[in-house]
């Protein structure tokens, strides 16, 4: 991260944490976490259960105050502003709507508070306008129990969007949905945030959901922040194999690196196999390293070449077949053989024999860490 | 077997229960009730409204249960409930548990014993000798409905106490997060989230509390010293000293009436105050 993006002025810069770090007792749940949120972007967070995620949004919220380190929004220091003073919002992770009131009541909780109250005819338009937009109109006077989890999470979204907030937090919000109906609601989401323009946070530990949705994903664990980029970024540039394994299926080979030009490097697998391709910062010749390799990188075909396999199994996925290959030196990896590809050279069944190949430059040589 | 005869059978003992001992006491108050005291006290069988004309001889003990009942009901809750929110949301989780138990210590001796403390407490060597020491006249409390009511809200204070707890406890804290988020200030919170969402467990104190106090004897009997009586020490002399049992039976049914008609409304009340939910148990 660049030195002044933290200095608080920038003024793209809608939130910022710096060194924010939240020990509860002997737990560190977040660890000197020091990011710069652009106004406008669709952020996540992403990472394994109990990374830290949650707190995280928290500190930005409200609902945690941080250890150590300060939480900025829009420039100012928030640490010591109480939740209801902050002009962000958030979707619960099991949406915590209020059960003693209609969906309308619901939505329009946050106007109300709002001192001096807005008339009640200018409420009634805005949580019209909320139902219309998260596609519930004339649900209103709905009670929340009958509602599904999917409209629940849209009444949710609604009362939250309602108050037009600095920043949307969203806490795992479609966890509990399922899938077609997840896939829907992220499309939705991403419409919405374009649409509305407002700064989104999400928490997910779905890396499919972050890929698709996010301007930028902050890959993290144990409390900490590992890598922040886009998508492609994380999934072309991991800079280790936390992040390549997060991103994205990735096949791992460890061996020693032979040698080093500029940014690339060649690693030499058991049995000599060679694999080239982007060094991360600080490979150096002679040492032990790991190189990433993607399934979709691997070529199957039935001929004879440098690294024979055997098909151990393969799954037909639609568009793609992944086949499960073995390698008497590599052990077992994943391929991702496309239709277009397996055209030609049609496809192997479990127990035939065949060799791999990649492109120089398709492996990721990564620090062995 | 089918399973409604299985469950008939699994009932029986319970309805064979309720029957004899519910049911069939309530239908020979009802009958006695149109009775005529016999020459020596008792029952004798006769068809009269004679026994509900007079019922206004005991107008006294009626007003009296029907102020000082709904009077303690509302002291029980305006105490119980700041406890039982102490109990389940501010207190450190650690001394719950032993707070719990010390609610319901007192129960652990004779309501008699401890209405026995409080007619020292309240009589000329209790609180009024020390109010007096302290030079703010000279109070007289033992022998009046004041004396009666903090007996009667002393008395029936952990059973207000206990349900409001239990609704609180439940309550989600998530809730006041989303309330917080959503620009409400702790109060106000407190107000639009906690206090709806408690009003099951208050509904049920109060009809537990208010149901037992309409019948309650002693401590009126105790505390209050024959001058504040309730319509329970009513049934005491009428059943126990003269004798007159179709006249009791009377009073108890008019009760009985009286205490349906109540709970009815306030079921009504609260059912529409808790905008028709389901979950909102009312006992
Ligand atoms: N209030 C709390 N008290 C104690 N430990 C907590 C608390 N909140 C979170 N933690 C701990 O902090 C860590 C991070 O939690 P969280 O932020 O909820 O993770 P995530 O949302 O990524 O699953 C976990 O180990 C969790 O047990
Ligand atoms: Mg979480």
Same mark, same amino acid.
């Given at each position: 991260?660049?030195?002044?993006?933290?200095?608080?002025?920038? +003024?793209?810069?809608?939130?910022?944490?710096?060194?924010?770090? +939240?020990?509860?007792?002997?737990?560190?749940?977040?660890? !000197?976490?020091?990011?710069?949120?652009?106004?406008?972007?669709?952020?996540?967070?992403?990472?394994?259960?109990?990374?830290?995620?949650?707190?995280?949004?928290?500190?930005?919220?409200?609902?945690?105050?941080?250890?150590?380190?300060?939480?900025?929004?829009?420039?100012?220091?928030?640490?010591?502003?109480?939740?209801?003073?902050?002009?962000?919002?958030?979707?619960?992770?099991?949406?915590?709507?209020?059960?003693?009131?209609?969906?309308?009541? !619901?939505?329009?909780?946050?106007?109300?508070?709002?001192?001096?109250?807005?008339?009640?005819?200018?409420?009634?338009?805005?949580? !019209?306008?909320?139902?219309?937009?998260?596609?519930?109109?004339?649900?209103?006077?709905?009670?929340?129990?009958?509602?599904?989890?999917?409209?629940?999470?849209?009444?949710?979204?609604?009362?939250?969007?309602? !108050?037009?907030?600095?920043?949307?937090?969203?806490?795992?919000?479609?966890?509990?949905?399922?899938?077609?109906?997840?896939?829907?609601?992220?499309?939705?989401?991403?419409?919405?945030?374009?649409?509305?323009?407002?700064?989104?946070?999400?928490?997910?530990?779905?890396?499919?959901?972050?890929?698709?949705?996010?301007?930028?994903?902050?890959?993290?664990?144990?409390?900490?922040?590992?890598?922040?980029?886009?998508?492609?970024?994380?999934?072309?540039?991991?800079?280790?194999?936390?992040?390549?394994?997060?991103?994205? +299926?990735?096949?791992?080979?460890?061996? +020693?690196?032979?040698?080093?030009?500029?940014?690339?490097?060649?690693?030499?697998?058991?049995?000599?196999?060679?694999?080239?391709?982007?060094?991360?910062?600080?490979?150096?010749?002679?040492?032990?390293?790991?190189?990433?390799?993607?399934?979709?990188?691997? $070529?199957?075909?039935?001929?004879?070449?440098?690294?024979?396999?055997?098909?151990?199994?393969?799954?037909?996925?639609?568009?793609?077949?992944?086949?499960?290959?073995?390698?008497?030196?590599?052990?077992?990896?994943?391929?991702?053989?496309?239709?277009?590809?397996?055209?030609?050279?049609?496809?192997?069944?479990?127990?035939?024999?065949? $060799?791999?190949?990649?492109?120089?430059?398709?492996?990721?040589?990564?620090?062995?860490? | 077997?089918?399973?409604?005869?299985?469950?008939?059978?699994?009932?029986?003992?319970?309805?064979?229960?309720? *029957?004899?001992?519910?049911?069939?006491?309530?239908?020979?108050?009802?009958?006695?009730?149109?009775? /005529?005291?016999?020459?020596?006290?008792?029952?004798?069988?006769?068809?009269?409204?004679?026994?509900?004309?007079?019922? %206004?001889?005991?107008?006294?003990?009626?007003?009296?249960?029907?102020?000082?009942?709904?009077?303690?009901?509302?002291?029980? =809750?305006?105490?119980?409930?700041?406890?039982?929110?102490?109990?389940?949301?501010?207190?450190?989780?650690?001394?719950?548990?032993?707070?719990?138990? *010390?609610?319901?210590?007192?129960?652990?001796?004779?309501?008699?014993?401890?209405?026995?403390?409080?007619?020292?407490?309240?009589?000329?060597?209790?609180?009024?000798?020390?109010?007096?020491?302290?030079?703010?006249?000279?109070?007289?409390?033992?022998?009046?409905?004041?004396?009666?009511?903090?007996?009667?809200?002393?008395?029936?204070?952990?059973?207000?106490?206990?349900?409001?707890?239990?609704?609180?406890?439940?309550?989600?804290?998530? =809730?006041?997060?989303?309330?917080? &988020?959503?620009?409400?200030?702790?109060?106000?919170?407190?107000?639009?989230?906690?206090?709806?969402?408690?009003?099951? %467990?208050?509904?049920?104190?109060?009809?537990?509390?208010?149901?037992?106090?309409?019948? /309650?004897?002693?401590?009126?009997?105790?505390?209050?010293?024959?001058?504040?009586?309730?319509?329970?020490?009513?049934?005491?002399?009428?059943?126990?000293?003269?004798?007159?049992?179709?006249?009791?039976?009377?009073?108890?049914?008019?009760?009985?009436?009286?205490? =349906?008609?109540?709970?009815?409304?306030?079921?009504?009340?609260?059912?529409?105050?808790?905008?028709?939910? &389901?979950?909102?148990? *009312?006992?």
């Amino acid at each position: 991260m660049g030195a002044e993006s933290l200095t608080g002025d920038d +003024k793209s810069s809608i939130a910022e944490l710096r060194g924010a770090t +939240k020990r509860f007792g002997a737990v560190v749940a977040a660890r !000197n976490i020091n990011l710069s949120i652009n106004r406008g972007e669709f952020l996540s967070f992403l990472g394994p259960s109990g990374c830290g995620k949650t707190t995280a949004l928290r500190m930005l919220a409200g609902f945690e105050t941080p250890t150590e380190g300060d939480i900025y929004l829009d420039g100012q220091r928030v640490n010591d502003i109480p939740p209801h003073q902050r002009p962000v919002n958030m979707v619960f992770q099991h949406y915590a709507l209020f059960p003693h009131l209609t969906v309308a009541e !619901n939505i329009c909780y946050g106007l109300r508070q709002r001192r001096p109250r807005p008339p009640a005819v200018e409420i009634e338009a805005a949580v !019209n306008r909320a139902l219309e937009t998260v596609r519930l109109p004339g649900f209103g006077p709905r009670r929340i129990w009958e509602m599904s989890g999917g409209q629940q999470q849209r009444v949710a979204l609604a009362r939250a969007i309602i !108050n037009e907030p600095k920043l949307l937090l969203l806490d795992e919000p479609m966890a509990a949905l399922d899938k077609k109906l997840r896939h829907d609601m992220q499309i939705e989401l991403q419409t919405l945030q374009r649409k509305l323009g407002i700064t989104f946070i999400l928490v997910t530990h779905d890396q499919e959901e972050a890929l698709s949705m996010s301007d930028r994903i902050c890959i993290m664990l144990d409390g900490g922040i590992v890598q922040i980029g886009s998508p492609r970024e994380l999934y072309d540039r991991p800079k280790n194999r936390y992040v390549a394994d997060f991103v994205g +299926k990735s096949n791992f080979f460890e061996g +020693k690196v032979t040698s080093v030009s500029g940014e690339t490097a060649d690693m030499r697998g058991a049995g000599g196999i060679s694999f080239i391709g982007h060094a991360s910062a600080g490979i150096a010749t002679g040492q032990s390293a790991i190189a990433s390799l993607r399934p979709e990188q691997i $070529s199957l075909s039935r001929g004879s070449g440098d690294v024979p396999v055997t098909v151990v199994n393969r799954i037909f996925l639609g568009e793609h077949t992944e086949y499960l290959v073995q390698n008497p030196d590599l052990g077992q990896f994943l391929i991702l053989a496309s239709r277009q590809a397996e055209a030609g050279e049609g496809n192997l069944e479990p127990g035939e024999t065949g $060799s791999v190949r990649w492109r120089d430059g398709a492996a990721l040589i990564l620090n062995n860490d | 077997m089918s399973t409604r005869l299985r469950t008939s059978l699994l009932l029986a003992p319970a309805t064979a229960w309720l *029957l004899a001992m519910l049911v069939l006491p309530l239908v020979v108050v009802a009958v006695f009730s149109f009775g /005529e005291r016999a020459a020596a006290g008792g029952y004798s069988a006769a068809f009269t409204l004679e026994n509900f004309a007079n019922l %206004g001889a005991r107008w006294a003990a009626f007003k009296n249960t029907l102020m000082l009942a709904p009077a303690g009901t509302l002291m029980c =809750l305006i105490i119980a409930y700041p406890l039982a929110y102490y109990l389940a949301v501010k207190v450190d989780p650690k001394w719950r548990t032993l707070l719990l138990i *010390l609610v319901i210590v007192p129960f652990w001796t004779s309501i008699l014993i401890r209405s026995y403390a409080w007619i020292y407490l309240l009589g000329g060597q209790g609180i009024p000798k020390l109010i007096s020491t302290l030079g703010f006249g000279n109070p007289r409390l033992i022998n009046t409905p004041f004396a009666v009511l903090i007996g009667i809200t002393y008395g029936y204070l952990p059973l207000m106490v206990f349900p409001i707890y239990v609704s609180l406890e439940r309550l989600d804290k998530r =809730l006041l997060e989303a309330s917080a &988020d959503l620009g409400s200030p702790p109060w106000r919170s407190f107000l639009q989230v906690t206090l709806p969402l408690s009003t099951p %467990g208050v509904a049920t104190g109060c009809m537990l509390v208010f149901i037992l106090l309409m019948g /309650e004897f002693l401590i009126p009997a105790m505390l209050g010293g024959g001058k504040v009586f309730f319509v329970g020490n009513a049934l005491v002399d009428l059943f126990l000293q003269s004798r007159n049992w179709p006249y009791g039976a009377a009073v108890a049914v008019a009760l009985v009436v009286i205490m =349906l008609v109540t709970v009815t409304a306030y079921m009504r009340f609260t059912r529409r105050w808790a905008g028709g939910r &389901d979950d909102v148990s *009312l006992m």
